[in-house]
């Protein structure tokens, strides 16, 4: 019974499979190259939030203690 109910299953899978439409080469390069950007300038602008703010803490908490 579960070794029909799987073999059914995958192929549904096949069938579904078959009506995807796949990006061609020139869209996969394009798109790759937009989530290349969309992570690197994401990952400065993190990074400059983080020095940022780790300047800003270490500041204050210097101020605060009374520390040099």
């Known amino acids: ?3 029909a109910r799987f ?3 995958l192929s549904e899978v096949k069938s ?5 439409t796949w990006p061609n080469r ?5 798109s790759t190259g937009a989530v290349l950007v969309i992570l690197i ?5 993190l990074g400059l ?3 940022l703010f780790t300047n800003v803490i270490g500041s204050l908490l210097s101020f ?3 520390g040099a």
């Open 7 to 9: 073999w059914k299953f």
């Open 16 to 20: 579904e499979v078959k009506k995807v």
């Open 1 to 3: 019974m579960a070794k």
């Open 64 to 66: 605060l203690t009374g």
């Open 41 to 45: 300038v994401s990952g400065v602008f």
């Open 26 to 30: 020139q869209q996969m390069i394009s």
């Open 49 to 51: 939030l983080d020095v």
